[in-house]
């Protein structure tokens, strides 16, 4: 942009912040993802209550760009990488932290209270930022607890323990090593809910009652984990009489008919195939569950994988679906105080749509390698989430929990460690989203991300706008911008910055008066 104006100005530079790498996939609001540098304007972005965000400008342009690695030592996953530039505003929160501890200073026995707080910070290139700090406030011992007392109360008022703020990438290592450790981002969970699911079951050729999208969200989930790749059928355990009955009555209310063969090499493992009503012979002919398998995704080019229409369904269908997986490959520790399951995944694109599935209701998922049986590489997702995960396992057959209703549970964001790696400068892309909104949207990964430009872009269109205009002088036609000059502040500039600029004006309109110019 600064380069499109340089025909009006050769000192005007346009900066824009926040914005994101070529190939940055975006969770629209409608749950489908797009990569950064295709959204228009006028497009509608996933905000993280789970309600649209509008696009409003495209700022574009090239920066040296940063690499935001999740820091996790029980999982080997990638999947909340993603690039920024130098200027972005990573969302971030750090813990509040207080405490009151008795030390000599000078030979005087002293209450210092070491806490956190936000302060603000110039920089070398005058910059204004904020920043994360532990300081400290000294009271002589002399002079009683009250004032300790106050300062503490004062501080614990806060409604949450941390402080949620902005920091760009470049000035992350301003931070001291305790606070920068302390330091995380967040992901949420998806809150919107769409019927994908019921939709498709609705346009079907098939006679279904209201449990059926359940019904098939539970048998889609068993074949994930252990299902035949060219026929609706699948590899289960027969020590559990209470999965083997749930299976028969999944398939019932898809009008399926399930059939069940010992393997001959051990009479612990069996394998369910399924028919449609029409036939016995061939069980991809009017079979629900194996169209539903072709016509929704959950196979391509001869390989399984996981839609992402998935992570947006209704919660009711994601728990089902993750309830038969955990049925199917899952193994459940309820030993810990902590309950956890474990799923074994054998490929890379399953892994990551569950891992994304799982994350989408606010359950935290680790991933870590280990050898596998059918392929180089196994992965096992770690699942976590109390009473969020307990809602998912007595969805299951093979695991009995007390029915926790989905829709009375809070899910929140959840917090992941990061580090940063420096790249070349590269292009950037960026949206910016309306003024009254809170300026924040979802990536495919589900980070909580800034969107970019704010006030900045507003000073863009200005500029933009200014060399269309034009004034008459002694009966000559002149761009108004010739005779315009352009004092701008930035929405985050503290009081005393914007009076400056104020100051700044009228300083140059006296330079101009003193030269006989009318102002």
């Known amino acids: 942009?600064?380069?499109?104006?340089?025909?009006?100005?050769?000192?005007?530079?346009?900066?824009?912040?926040?914005?994101?790498?070529?190939?940055?996939?975006?969770?629209?609001?409608?749950?489908?993802?797009?990569?950064?540098?295709?959204?228009?304007?006028?497009?509608?972005?996933?905000?993280?209550?789970?309600?649209?965000?509008?696009?409003?400008?495209?700022?574009?342009?090239?920066?040296?760009?940063?690499?935001?690695?999740?820091?996790?030592?029980?999982?080997?996953?990638?999947?909340?990488?993603?690039?920024?530039?130098?200027?972005?505003?990573?969302?971030?929160?750090?813990?509040?932290?207080?405490?009151?501890?008795?030390?000599?200073?000078?030979g005087i026995e002293c209450n210092e209270i070491v806490y956190t707080d936000l302060f603000k910070e110039i920089t070398e290139d005058a910059r204004i930022i904020e920043l994360i700090k532990e300081v400290s406030k000294i009271y002589p011992v002399s002079e009683g607890m009250d004032d300790v007392q106050e300062f503490v109360s004062q501080y614990n008022k806060s409604l949450e323990d941390y402080f949620q703020w902005t920091v760009e990438p470049r000035d992350i290592n301003r931070l001291t090593e305790s606070i920068r450790e302390a330091t995380y981002q967040v992901y949420a969970p998806v809150l919107y809910e769409c019927e994908n699911l019921l939709q498709y079951l609705k346009n079907t050729k098939y006679n279904l009652n209201e449990k059926s999208p359940t019904a098939l969200a539970y048998l889609l989930g068993l074949w994930t984990g252990s299902g035949m790749t060219r026929r609706a059928g699948l590899s289960v355990s027969t020590t559990d009489e209470s999965l083997m009955n749930n299976i028969v009555a999944a398939a019932d209310l898809l009008n399926l008919k399930s059939e069940f063969k010992q393997e001959r090499t051990t009479t612990r493992v069996g394998n369910v195939n399924f028919y449609g009503n029409s036939t016995s012979t061939n069980q991809n002919v009017d079979n629900l569950l194996w169209d539903a398998i072709q016509e929704l995704g959950f196979i391509q080019d001869g390989n399984k994988t996981v839609p992402s229409f998935l992570s947006s369904d209704l919660i009711e269908i994601r728990e089902t679906f993750l309830a038969g997986l955990i049925d199917s490959n899952g193994s459940v520790d309820n030993n810990k105080q902590d309950i956890s399951c474990t799923i074994e995944?054998?490929?890379?694109?399953?892994?990551?749509?569950?891992?994304?599935?799982?994350?989408?209701?606010?359950?935290?998922?680790?991933?870590?390698?280990?050898?596998?049986?059918?392929?180089?590489?196994?992965?096992?997702?770690?699942?976590?989430?109390?009473?969020?995960?307990?809602?998912?396992?007595?969805?299951?057959?093979?695991?009995?929990?007390?029915?926790?209703?989905?829709?009375?549970?809070?899910?929140?964001?959840?917090?992941?460690?990061?580090?940063?790696?420096?790249?070349?400068?590269?292009?950037?892309?960026g949206i910016t989203l309306p003024e009254y909104s809170d300026h924040q949207f979802m990536l495919s990964n589900q980070v909580v991300v800034h969107n970019c430009g704010e006030r900045g872009n507003e000073m863009a269109e200005v500029l933009m706008e200014f060399p269309e205009l034009f004034t008459e002088m002694n009966g000559k036609k002149e761009p108004i911008m010739k005779r315009t000059t352009l004092v701008a502040n930035t929405s985050n500039m503290p009081v005393a910055a914007r009076e400056a600029s104020i100051y700044t004006g009228i300083t140059l309109a006296e330079y101009f008066r003193d030269q006989g110019k009318h102002v």
């Open 1 to 106: 942009i600064s380069q499109s104006l340089s025909k009006y100005s050769n000192s005007d530079a346009i900066i824009y912040v926040g914005c994101f790498a070529k190939g940055t996939e975006v969770m629209m609001a409608d749950s489908s993802i797009k990569n950064i540098e295709d959204i228009e304007i006028g497009d509608l972005v996933m905000g993280q209550d789970g309600q649209p965000r509008e696009v409003t400008q495209l700022p574009r342009g090239s920066d040296k760009m940063y690499k935001v690695n999740e820091i996790n030592e029980n999982s080997t996953s990638e999947l909340f990488s993603f690039v920024c530039n130098a200027t972005h505003q990573l969302i971030v929160r750090t813990p509040r932290n207080i405490k009151v501890q008795t030390r000599i200073i000078d």
């Open 345 to 429: 995944l054998e490929d890379n694109k399953v892994m990551s749509g569950i891992v994304s599935l799982i994350r989408s209701l606010g359950l935290k998922a680790d991933v870590t390698q280990s050898s596998g049986k059918l392929n180089d590489v196994c992965y096992n997702v770690t699942v976590k989430g109390g009473e969020l995960l307990k809602s998912v396992l007595s969805r299951c057959s093979a695991i009995n929990y007390t029915k926790c209703e989905s829709r009375d549970l809070l899910r929140e964001p959840v917090e992941f460690y990061f580090e940063l790696q420096e790249l070349e400068e590269a292009e950037y892309y």
